[in-house]
């Protein structure tokens, strides 16, 4: 049974690896460099994107861990979660809700500028004596996320035709490393998530993923739909990779891995029906907009 959990471990690293590359190498390519820096002059977005993600997001967390009778590691787990917004497979869901990629590319920078910051502050004041440096939570954030979009738009900008015979490429394989991943954790955690039911840990999970959802989308009223998508999105999403850093350096409670571990499947899943969900609204304005 070791053997076999050791090339399930071996099974999410390297699949986590495609994953994040694929989808953020798949921004890169589909986005211009103009295009990604317009956001940035966009004060009401980046203080949003703020709010949304260091604000609003720790504070439900801490809502839900003191509401729900949960075990104190599952807490642990969520209120890692909730240092860690914006998931490398934010860039599906905001096409799959006709959201703006542009703003989609602004949204992750700004997460993982700030992950980068606040997690080590924050590390401590959720489990007193566990700390993290900066550099553990930078490090993957750069080589897997800043790295693969930089490079993408890079070849954007020198040759199109390029970028985009290499983006029909990169999708199904992004995509390809999604299923793998989710199979992985599937079968890497199954008793991990067996053992989690009726322990407040999935309803705290699915409370925290619809809560930031919707808030996110409210908070974001009076943007466009797509920019708001891309708020709302961004909001629900979790990057579960930055959420385990502070763990790799510890000996931590099966039950946190498992609590961090449960939120690919389940923000996957309420990304996807709200992804869904928005985009078949736009599609409604469009209707009766046209002539």
Not at 175 to 189: D, E, Q
Request: contains cysteine.
């Amino acid at each position: 049974m070791d053997q076999f959990y050791h090339v399930a471990d071996i099974a999410i690293r390297l699949s986590v690896i495609l994953f994040m590359v694929g989808n953020l190498l798949a921004i890169g390519l589909e986005t211009e460099v103009t295009a990604a820096l317009a956001p940035l002059r966009d004060f009401r977005f980046l203080a949003t994107v703020v709010v949304v993600d260091w604000l609003f997001g720790p504070a439900l967390a801490i809502v839900i861990v003191r509401a729900l009778p949960m075990a104190q590691p599952y807490a642990v787990g969520l209120l890692l979660i909730s240092l860690a917004p914006a998931a490398p497979f934010l860039p599906m869901m905001v096409r799959k809700a006709r959201g703006d990629l542009a703003y989609t590319a602004t949204f992750m920078l700004v997460a993982a500028a700030g992950t980068v910051i606040l997690m080590p502050l924050g590390v401590p004041l959720i489990v007193p004596g566990l700390s993290v440096e900066a550099w553990a939570v930078a490090r993957p954030l750069l080589l897997l996320l800043l790295l693969p979009m930089g490079a993408g738009m890079a070849l954007q900008a020198v040759h199109r035709a390029t970028a985009d015979k290499a983006l029909r490429v990169v999708r199904p394989v992004a995509s390809a490393a999604t299923v793998v991943l989710l199979l992985a954790i599937g079968v890497r955690y199954f008793q991990g998530f067996l053992g989690a039911i009726g322990s407040y840990a999935i309803a705290g999970q699915l409370l925290y993923a619809v809560g930031l959802t919707i808030g996110g989308y409210f908070l974001a009223a009076g943007m466009t739909p797509a920019r708001r998508s891309v708020v709302s999105l961004g909001a629900c999403t979790r990057n579960l990779g930055a959420a385990l850093a502070p763990l790799l350096v510890a000996d931590p409670d099966p039950r946190t891995m498992v609590m961090v571990a449960l939120g690919v499947p389940l923000t996957l899943g309420v990304t996807w029906a709200a992804a869904g969900w928005l985009g078949r609204a736009d599609a409604a304005r469009q209707r009766q907009a046209a002539p």
